[in-house]
């Protein structure tokens, strides 16, 4: 999406057997389930998939890829103690926890050139907050991907270049994943169920919004396969399901928030990382998607901020109609910082993130 001035300098700022029926069906509202019994605990941090499991339920597996929400995470790589950061936590120990949705931004290294570079994970620009090259994040999906063999994952690729799809097909193929990729018939053809994906080992779905086209056909143009709901809403904002663009079977459910950052008599729309305890819970979750089930839409990626925050995953356990099988925090720890931008939150170096934004945009 195209970005404001004021989203710019916000960016830039240096700090988932007979299936059950889905939660959300017509006007019956989503009940919250019962938790079920801790699974058990492997090495690693992960947790053991029986075979008959998909996403982590057996109910799951029967399901069509478009009847299954998925916990998502907004901007998934911008991570870290930052203004910008819309998650606290790096995409592997997302991918540990459960996350099984995820936003990339694109966007050409600081000093390169779109033809030239390669695409890296930035919010807005890599100036200020960078995650680093995309080939870094994808071969940690690869190496997820292999170790976990019932599990279905969808980036959303948010391509601010743009880069080609030769480009971004050139950082999946180089990290390994391009064997895992699902490939629809068409954009009109019926979705598998889980189960087939993971029986034929395509369980990455890569959806993208600007730079796709046949010389890669499993990077699929999101319009024609998805529809968002709001995502710019405002602390206190009530959340809606209306759609942003044209109707399609695949619904991503948008559930954040932002607030004002004042800097020099201007306001910066920033994550609202405090609001995250009372947005993220469960209640306010199924509330929205009841909200969408009322007008016979299913919430398919339950996208938030600040994820292990609230109760995300009870909730899609609710819209899923499934007993939510708890599991003890991964025992996985945040990676390093790519760069020393990432880590640096004192007051200087906001000073310095905010002017040197500004600069930025001033030349542009």
Known sequence: ??????????????????????????????????????????????????TNQCNGYAELCNRTFDKVAFPTTHNSYAHGDDLAANQNLDIQTQLNAGIRGFMLDLHPNTGATVAAGDPYLCHATCVLLSDGPLVNE????????????????????????????????????????????????????????????????????????????????????????????????????????????????????????????????????????DSAATVNTRQSIVAQANVCGSTGVFPNFVTVDFYEIGGLFQAVADINNVTYNAKPPSASQPESPKNPSAAATGPRAVLAAIAASLLLVASL
């Open 138 to 273: 994808l071969k940690r999906f690869k190496a997820f991907l292999d170790d976990n063999d019932n599990e279905v994952i969808t980036i959303f690729i948010e391509n601010d270049g743009p880069f080609t799809a030769a480009q971004m097909a050139k950082a999946f193929t180089t990290a390994g994943l391009n064997s895992y990729v699902y490939q629809p018939k068409s954009t009109t053809a019926a979705w598998p169920t889980l189960q087939s994906m993971i029986s034929q080992n395509k369980r990455l779905v890569v959806f993208t919004d600007a730079g796709a086209d046949a010389s890669v056909p499993w990077i699929l143009y999101d319009k024609d396969y998805v529809v968002q709901t709001p995502f710019s809403v405002a602390v206190g904002t009530t959340f809606g399901c209306a759609p942003l663009t044209t109707v399609r079977p695949l619904w991503v459910m948008n559930h954040f928030v932002y607030k004002n950052f004042s800097f020099g008599g201007a306001n910066v729309e920033v994550p609202a990382a």
């Open 1 to 50: 999406m195209k970005i404001s001035i004021a989203l710019l300098i916000s960016g830039l700022v240096a700090v988932a057997a007979a299936p059950s029926e889905p939660g959300v069906v017509g006007a019956n509202p989503i009940r919250l389930s019962r938790p079920a019994a801790v699974s058990r605990r492997q090495g690693n941090g992960l947790h053991m998939r029986a």
